[in-house]
């Protein structure tokens, strides 16, 4: 059971590089999310898409874009890395939540990126 | 602004007593409040959650208790076990989004 998959794993960059990371779920999720985690700011959503071809902004979008042009695959690209960005990434998926937030999140198990 | 507080970054309690950890929220929207569990190194899991319209949930060892006149929500683990030494994070919906608060290490000393 996969479940939720990130990968890479470690990344370092430098300023101004560019680079993707990759969500991939087996669940058959219709949303999934994009998080960062920074000490003492617990996780703050990026980005999240309800269904394959949709995207949305969260709390803190700027400097991220994402892409879902598979259901089972979520992108998440820094075009120009700045040392701001360096967090640990979390992906999550869910089923689709109805009017209320019933569906709870499954994580992946995290992208420690380092921007130098 | 924080919309979701978990105001004590760390607990320790002896094996086999009660944990209870807290969480405050500012948004009277909120209508699903979840508990995650999170051990180093890995992604969250989810631990048990409460809708709104209740206030109160027990699912085994673990019990989420709602007060939504003080907005204001904790989690009671019952007894308490050393594998349950982690970090807890509350969380809290709203549409499609939800907001955490920033964790509780809890440690269970044997």
């Known amino acids: 059971n996969a479940g939720v998959t990130q990968t890479p794993k470690f990344r370092v960059l430098k300023t101004g590089q560019s680079m993707t990371l990759l969500c991939a779920q087996d669940?058959?999720?219709?949303?999934m999310y994009w998080y960062r985690q920074d000490p003492g700011m617990g996780l703050r959503l990026i980005h999240y898409?309800?269904?394959?071809?949709?995207?949305a902004k969260g709390e803190v979008p700027d400097g991220y874009n994402v892409s879902r042009l598979k259901k089972q695959n979520f992108l998440l690209g820094l075009e120009s890395a700045a040392p701001s960005q360096t967090s640990v990434y979390f992906c999550?998926?869910?089923?689709?939540?109805?009017?209320?937030?019933?569906?709870?999140?499954?994580f992946g198990d995290g992208t420690r990126l380092s921007i130098l | 602004d924080q919309q979701v507080k978990q105001n004590s970054p760390s607990l320790s309690v002896q094996e086999g007593r009660i944990s209870i950890l807290n969480c405050d929220y500012t948004?009277?929207?909120?209508?699903?409040f979840l508990w995650y569990k999170k051990y180093p190194a890995e992604g969250p899991t989810f631990l048990i959650s409460?809708?709104?319209?209740?206030d109160k949930n027990e699912d085994g060892r673990f019990t989420v208790f709602l007060n939504k006149s003080a907005k204001h929500l904790s989690l009671h683990i019952v007894p308490s076990q050393p594998g349950d030494s982690a970090v807890y994070f509350c969380?809290?919906?709203?549409?499609?989004?939800?907001?955490f608060g920033t964790g509780t290490s809890l440690t269970v000393i044997p």
């Open positions: 898409s309800v269904g394959e071809g949709t995207t």
């Open positions: 999550a998926s869910s089923y689709r939540m109805g009017t209320r937030g019933d569906q709870p999140q499954h």
């Open positions: 669940m058959n999720h219709e949303y």
């Open positions: 969380a809290a919906s709203a549409v499609h989004q939800f907001y």
């Open positions: 409460i809708s709104s319209i209740k």
């Open positions: 948004n009277s929207m909120f209508d699903y």
